[in-house]
Nanobody
């Protein structure tokens, strides 16, 4: 299983970015995909998750601004990030696993497979 995250960049506050996570080696249909982020000097935080049934979940800090979606035909999961804030600055990682239950979806240890991360910087 391999995950490739892309789409990061430098944008001013209020702008948008779309991250993409490409999954290879397995059928995305059966996997839950999550996004986590880690700012310098801070712990890795859960951002969002979409399970194999297309149920989506968001952390309170991004709810209403970020949208996660999956395209099983293309084996990709996207994270549309709108109204970006300086506090959204972090390295964003996508993670995947099968059988992730709702109560565990925000925990790093629930996911065995991780992408390499993509940098998002929100600054004027």
């Amino acid at each position: 299983v391999q995950l490739q995250a892309s789409g990061g960049g430098l944008v001013p506050p209020g702008d948008s970015l779309r991250l993409s996570c490409a999954l290879s080696g397995v059928n995305l249909d059966y996997y839950a995909i999550a996004w986590f982020r880690q700012a310098p000097g801070k712990e890795r935080d859960w951002v969002s998750c979409i399970n194999s049934a297309d149920s989506t979940h968001y952390s309170d800090s991004v709810k209403g601004r970020f949208t996660i979606a999956r395209d099983n035909a293309k084996s990709t999961v996207s994270l549309q990030m709108n109204s970006l804030r300086p506090e959204d600055t972090a390295v964003y990682y996508c993670a995947a696993d099968r059988g992730v239950i709702t109560s565990s979806m925000s925990m790093s240890r629930a996911y065995d497979y991780w992408g390499q991360g993509t940098q998002v910087t929100v600054s004027s």
